[in-house]
């Protein structure tokens, strides 16, 4: 396993689409165990091949890691679709790994299911909520060029875009 460089805004491959997967071949099944390891040591709950510059519909999560670092439990998502929304809505405090160590709230559908093809290749479906709604659609964005910021004010997006600018130009963060 090696860890891989987690791209930042306002690098264009993070609005970019990225593409199915066709079959789970052992390169696939590397970039997942890179991914994994890449999250964990960021630290972060979750991670899309956009952020590690690869455009292919995958991502992995563990929403568990913070309270329990001992214990991992990562979720690889491979061609994730939500299939069904709750009508109630959460809030919640987004951040990302890709626009470092800026945070607010985005508010979102409470519970989700998705469904994904695991690394076995088999179809599974999941339900999340709270943390791992969030999470899932923050990540299923990613597959789609949307970022957390993108449903903030402009103001906003744009003061968080300059302090990153800010902190690449100081060399607080690559
Ligand atoms: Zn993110």
New binding site residues.
């Given amino acids: 396993m090696s860890l891989l460089h987690i791209i930042t805004v306002p690098d264009p491959v993070l609005k970019q689409t990225a593409h199915s997967i066709e079959n789970i071949s052992a390169q696939i099944k590397q970039q997942a165990a890179d991914m994994i390891e890449t999250m964990y040591e960021a630290p972060?709950i979750?991670?899309?091949a956009n952020?590690v510059g690869v455009l292919n519909r995958m991502f992995v999560m563990d929403t568990n890691y913070r309270k329990e670092k001992t214990s991992r439990n990562p979720i690889v998502m491979i061609n994730p679709e939500i299939i069904w929304k709750s009508e109630d809505l959460s809030v919640m405090e987004?951040?990302?790994?890709?626009?470092p160590q800026q945070y607010a709230d985005v508010e979102r559908p409470k519970s989700v299911r998705v469904k994904y093809i695991n690394l076995n290749g088999e179809i599974v479906e999941f339900v999340g909520e709270d943390l791992a709604s969030h999470c899932i659609q923050?990540?299923l964005?990613?597959l789609n060029g949307i970022?957390?910021i993108d449903y903030l004010s402009r103001l906003k997006r744009n003061m968080i875009l300059r302090k990153v600018e800010k902190m690449k130009k100081d060399g607080i963060i690559l």
Avoid: P
Avoid at 94 to 99: F, K, N, P
């Fill in positions: 972060g979750g991670l899309a952020q987004e951040g990302c790994l890709s626009i923050h990540e964005d990613h970022l957390f």
